[in-house]
Each structure stands twice: as structure tokens, then as C-alpha cells.
């Protein structure tokens, strides 16, 4: 198996596909071997196509992430971003009524 120390996995590739092609197969494949956590439970999802996954304890069929299941950790800091988002357009709103 070819790896080499810049793209670890993507090495396979040789000198084909550029630089930051083979970086981004590299962030993907590392995360895509570790062992994948159900979002429901704590039991382990196995990815069944692009973005399904089922999880081996609970049984779901969900949909989600395409290669990889997030952290829950991370996944909360996605939702806390995601909440802080419309909290902002509501205040740019209220600054334009206020002009008027
Ligand atoms: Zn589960």
C-alpha cells in the first residue's frame, strides 16, 4: 500500500489529480475509517450509500452526512452556528424598519 507522510491514504494516487484534490481525499478517508456513531444512539452506524447509513444496534435507516458521521460534539456546534444565524437577520431587519 503506497502512503506517503503529506497525503497519508492518498498517496495511491501518485502524482495524479493535484495537490488539494488528494488533501481533500486524505481529510475524508481519515474520518471515513473511524468507527461511525449512530446519531440516535451510541451504537455503531454502517454507511449503506451515499449519505445512508443504518446503525447496527438501534436498526435506523437514516440519512446524513455523505462519507462520514460528525462528532456529536461537532454536530452541536453546527446547530448552535445554525441558531445564531437568524438571530442575526432578525436584528438587520429591526436596524431597516428602523430607517424607515
Ligand atoms: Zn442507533
Not at 10 to 27: I, L, N, T, W
Not at 39 to 64: D, T
Not at 88 to 97: C, G
Request: proline share 2%; glycine share 6%; charged share 40%.
Amino acid at each position: 500500500m503506497v502512503r506517503t507522510k503529506k497525503v497519508k491514504s492518498a498517496g495511491r494516487f501518485g502524482s495524479r489529480y493535484g495537490r488539494s484534490v488528494r488533501q481533500k481525499v486524505r481529510d475524508v478517508e481519515i474520518n471515513q475509517r473511524k468507527k461511525q456513531n449512530c446519531i440516535f444512539c451510541k451504537g455503531v452506524a454502517k454507511r449503506l450509500s451515499k449519505g445512508i447509513w443504518q446503525c447496527k444496534k438501534c436498526g435506523k435507516k437514516f440519512a446524513h452526512h455523505t462519507f462520514f458521521l460528525p462528532k456529536k460534539e461537532e454536530s452541536k456546534v453546527l446547530k448552535e452556528q445554525e441558531l445564531k444565524k437568524p438571530e442575526k437577520s432578525k436584528k438587520q431587519i429591526n436596524l431597516k424598519n428602523n430607517k424607515n
